[in-house]
């Protein structure tokens, strides 16, 4: 499949001038690709009218490095698509130059609106449409800026052709008929969505159930980042790859980060010794230095989250003395078992040294439901929703006290009055794009409130009866 990168020094040398906030494509083969690469160029300085690939810009704005990024992105989907035999059976590999307009058009955008575009179908054979509004339409707008481009710089010639209809709906036949003879037997017939987990579908676990689950997952690494997560509401990918402790020298995996979004323009590949600092970029994901224990204020630092937006953390007390206590015992045993000398940066680390992945959080925790029996299954994003939930329900309470409230009593619109201003800072901490998407957990707060309630008047009733 093809990939997406960013140029390093070995990239810059041979061709220069290169831009290293430029994304560039690597086609499955890893040939660069002149045309869609040079089109990135043009695209991400702003020297290409998105409206008229063909006009003249005379004032160009350089795109964001976020934005750079998804087109970098939007354009190596399309590209893979192309490689990919089995999306267009009867066609084959589909190079550059013999692209036309309806493989856009009519066979990319059908297998992304019928769900066989997905991670979602290569992970599980299941059947998962893509949004139309937010994910497909872009893609298709991209491709076809770029290729309209291309066809006009000489690199598809032919790329209005199109064939009759006939020949078209056939195409798209071959490649359905082609993907659901992939999928699991249990699957075919059926659309199915995944969404992600509330937890226990929308029960909100007890303080004394969560006490328990923290104590079933192991001491050491994966419980400092069971409750780091529990108490912040990080997302794992950011507590594995960005978190790092001050007083080591650290060379950021650009590769890796770049593709999970995640990526500073101040970054770079080079060594650097690390000390928190929350107004200098590169000092992102640096945790405080043991300094914050003489300050009144709150400790905090700067992650930067899904889609590159640096967000502040304002971090717990307690934690951060967890942490300490972590680094200078698990965590400096660990490191004494590493075969080389390198002493990584990253907060959790394995058993070998190595900094810890998120797949092997993920093992600790589902090993933590089965100690315990859980009767719904903890996962590092149910953790975040419990956080979220947990965090809105105390300032409630603390806002309702000030009203002389009690806490049982509080109506629906009492709920939702006290939970909006903190609702604002919720979504902050935890990177929505918009409160609205925070809002999910005022829904699940006023049922943890008041389903009880009414359950508990109508058993009253029912006990009456003989």
């Given at each position: 499949?093809?990939?997406?990168?960013?140029?390093?020094?070995?990239?810059?040398?041979?061709?220069r001038?290169?831009?290293?906030?430029?994304?560039?494509?690597?086609?499955?083969?890893g040939?660069?690709?002149?045309?869609?690469?040079?089109?990135?160029?043009?695209?991400?300085?702003?020297?290409?009218?998105?409206?008229?690939?063909?006009?003249?810009?005379?004032?160009?704005?350089?795109?964001?490095?976020?934005?750079?990024?998804r087109?970098?992105?939007?354009?190596?989907?399309?590209?893979?698509?192309?490689?990919?035999?089995?999306?267009?059976?009867?066609?084959?590999?589909?190079?550059?130059?013999?692209?036309?307009?309806?493989?856009?058009?009519d066979?990319?955008?059908?297998?992304?609106?019928?769900?066989?575009?997905?991670?979602?179908?290569?992970?599980?054979?299941?059947?998962?449409?893509?949004?139309?509004?937010?994910?497909i339409?872009?893609?298709?707008?991209?491709?076809?800026?770029?290729?309209?481009?291309?066809?006009?710089k000489?690199?598809a010639?032919?790329?209005?052709?199109?064939?009759q209809?006939?020949?078209?709906?056939?195409?798209?036949?071959?490649?359905?008929?082609?993907?659901?003879?992939?999928?699991?037997?249990?699957?075919?017939?059926?659309?199915?969505?995944n969404?992600?987990?509330?937890?226990?579908?929308g029960?909100?676990?007890?303080?004394?159930?969560?006490?328990?689950?923290?104590?079933?997952?192991?001491?050491?690494?994966?419980?400092?980042?069971?409750?780091?997560?529990?108490?912040?509401?990080?997302?794992?990918a950011?507590?594995?790859?960005?978190?790092l402790?001050?007083?080591?020298?650290?060379?950021?995996?650009?590769?890796?980060?770049?593709k999970?979004?995640?990526?500073?323009?101040?970054?770079?590949?080079?060594?650097?010794?690390?000390?928190?600092?929350?107004?200098?970029?590169?000092?992102?994901?640096?945790?405080?230095?043991?300094?914050?224990?003489?300050?009144?204020?709150?400790?905090?630092?700067?992650?930067?989250?899904?889609?590159?937006?640096?967000?502040?953390?304002?971090?717990?007390?307690?934690?951060?003395?967890?942490?300490?206590?972590?680094?200078?015992?698990?965590?400096?045993?660990?490191i004494?078992?590493?075969?080389?000398?390198?002493?990584?940066?990253?907060?959790?680390?394995?058993?070998?040294?190595?900094?810890?992945?998120?797949?092997?959080?993920?093992?600790?925790?589902?090993?933590?439901?089965?100690?315990?029996?859980?009767?719904?299954?903890?996962?590092?994003?149910?953790?975040?929703?419990?956080?979220?939930?947990?965090?809105?329900?105390?300032?409630?309470?603390?806002?309702?006290?000030?009203?002389?409230?009690?806490?049982?009593?509080?109506?629906?619109?009492?709920?939702?009055?006290?939970?909006?201003?903190?609702?604002?800072?919720?979504?902050?901490?935890?990177?929505?794009?918009?409160?609205d998407t925070?809002?999910?957990?005022?829904?699940?707060?006023?049922?943890?409130?008041?389903?009880?309630?009414?359950?508990?008047?109508?058993n009253?009733?029912?006990?009456?009866?003989?």
């Amino acid at each position: 499949m093809a990939e997406v990168h960013l140029p390093l020094r070995k990239h810059i040398a041979p061709r220069r001038p290169v831009d290293p906030n430029i994304p560039f494509i690597l086609s499955g083969e890893g040939d660069y690709l002149d045309g869609p690469n040079e089109y990135l160029q043009e695209r991400c300085t702003g020297r290409l009218d998105p409206s008229d690939v063909t006009a003249h810009v005379l004032d160009p704005v350089r795109l964001s490095f976020a934005s750079s990024m998804r087109c970098g992105y939007f354009l190596c989907d399309f590209q893979t698509f192309c490689e990919t035999p089995s999306a267009h059976p009867d066609i084959g590999v589909i190079r550059l130059p013999d692209v036309r307009e309806w493989h856009i058009l009519d066979l990319y955008s059908d297998a992304m609106h019928r769900g066989l575009w997905s991670d979602a179908f290569y992970q599980k054979g299941t059947v998962q449409s893509l949004d139309p509004i937010g994910t497909i339409n872009p893609r298709i707008k991209e491709n076809m800026r770029c290729f309209l481009w291309l066809a006009a710089k000489g690199y598809a010639p032919d790329f209005h052709v199109r064939p009759q209809f006939e020949a078209i709906f056939a195409s798209i036949k071959a490649s359905h008929e082609e993907f659901i003879s992939k999928m699991p037997m249990k699957e075919r017939g059926a659309t199915k969505r995944n969404k992600r987990r509330s937890p226990g579908g929308g029960v909100i676990p007890s303080p004394q159930f969560m006490i328990d689950w923290l104590n079933a997952v192991p001491k050491g690494t994966d419980r400092v980042g069971a409750i780091g997560i529990h108490e912040h509401g990080w997302r794992r990918a950011e507590l594995c790859h960005q978190i790092l402790l001050p007083g080591y020298e650290h060379t950021r995996d650009r590769e890796a980060l770049v593709k999970l979004n995640m990526w500073h323009p101040r970054w770079n590949d080079q060594s650097l010794m690390l000390k928190h600092n929350l107004r200098d970029d590169r000092m992102i994901g640096v945790l405080p230095d043991r300094e914050w224990r003489d300050s009144e204020d709150i400790p905090k630092f700067r992650i930067i989250g899904k889609g590159n937006k640096i967000r502040l953390i304002h971090l717990k007390r307690g934690w951060l003395k967890r942490v300490e206590k972590y680094a200078d015992t698990d965590r400096l045993n660990r490191i004494a078992r590493r075969k080389d000398c390198n002493r990584p940066a990253n907060l959790l680390i394995d058993r070998d040294g190595k900094p810890l992945t998120p797949g092997a959080l993920y093992k600790a925790f589902v090993r933590a439901n089965g100690k315990i029996n859980a009767p719904f299954e903890i996962t590092p994003h149910v953790l975040r929703h419990i956080f979220a939930c947990r965090f809105l329900q105390v300032a409630i309470e603390v806002e309702a006290r000030r009203a002389g409230l009690e806490i049982d009593d509080l109506t629906r619109r009492q709920i939702e009055d006290y939970a909006e201003l903190p609702l604002e800072s919720l979504a902050l901490e935890l990177g929505h794009a918009s409160v609205d998407t925070t809002r999910i957990y005022i829904e699940m707060l006023i049922t943890s409130w008041l389903a009880p309630r009414y359950h508990n008047a109508w058993n009253s009733v029912l006990d009456a009866v003989e």
